[in-house]
């Protein structure tokens, strides 16, 4: 069984399926009514980028670009807890 | 054997976890309010991003095209994983009662909401702080001073 073919196949759909995605999410982060749906789609989009740079850091047989789906996800949580503070505090204190 | 056996295992998760991102994508948008969308991006967080990580840490163990490189790419993935399952609730958790608490967006559409029965009330707050409201000039010396005695 080779490996390398074997995951370029699984790299095809998953990208596609993850691009519909982000593509939706998109639109969701662009429309939404209040802060807080933008904050929950940007999210989520970063969250599932952070998932999408660890498989494609498999294939470019790179590990400096899964390297960074660490900070992307910590990013995320430090958006929803400004957002938090300064909503409920009146102020972010750092 | 054991080998290919993993990898299926890990491309099965990444290919699954694709697809929850696609379900909880189609939620997020089609939903109609605040609380029914934070449902479907827990699926969107869970499921969509730390499922596929694991998967593809187990993937990354046996792809002997990343030579020695593959044990980092392995821990880097298993990470990222426990780091999104640490993260994700406490992040929408933390989100979605700064919105209730706040009062940012609409009400929830509830027939019967006891949390917000339980609520201190505003003007109720208002006057527990006009009761306990301090008088400029009355207040204490502190103890504890950084000034340097005996000078």
Known sequence: ?94 | MIEEVIFIIGSIAILLGAIYDLIAAIGLLRFGDFYMRSHAATIGTIGGAAFPVFGAGLVALVYHPLGSQRFFMAGIAFTVGVLILLIAPTGSHSLVSAVYFGKVGKKPPLVVDQLEEDLPRREDVAELVREHEEVPGEEEEPKFSFRRVGR
């Open chain 1, 1 to 94: 069984m080779n490996f390398e073919s074997a995951f370029l196949n699984v790299l095809y759909f998953s990208a596609v399926i993850y691009a519909l995605a982000f593509i939706l999410y998109g639109i969701r982060a662009i429309k939404g009514p209040t802060t807080a749906d933008i904050i929950l789609a940007v999210d989520c989009l970063s969250f599932d980028m952070a998932a999408f740079m660890v498989v494609l850091g498999i294939y470019f047989k790179s590990i400096m670009l899964a390297s960074g789906a660490i900070i992307l996800a910590l990013w995320a949580f430090m958006l929803d807890v400004y957002y938090t503070k300064y909503v409920l505090y009146g102020e972010v204190e750092v």
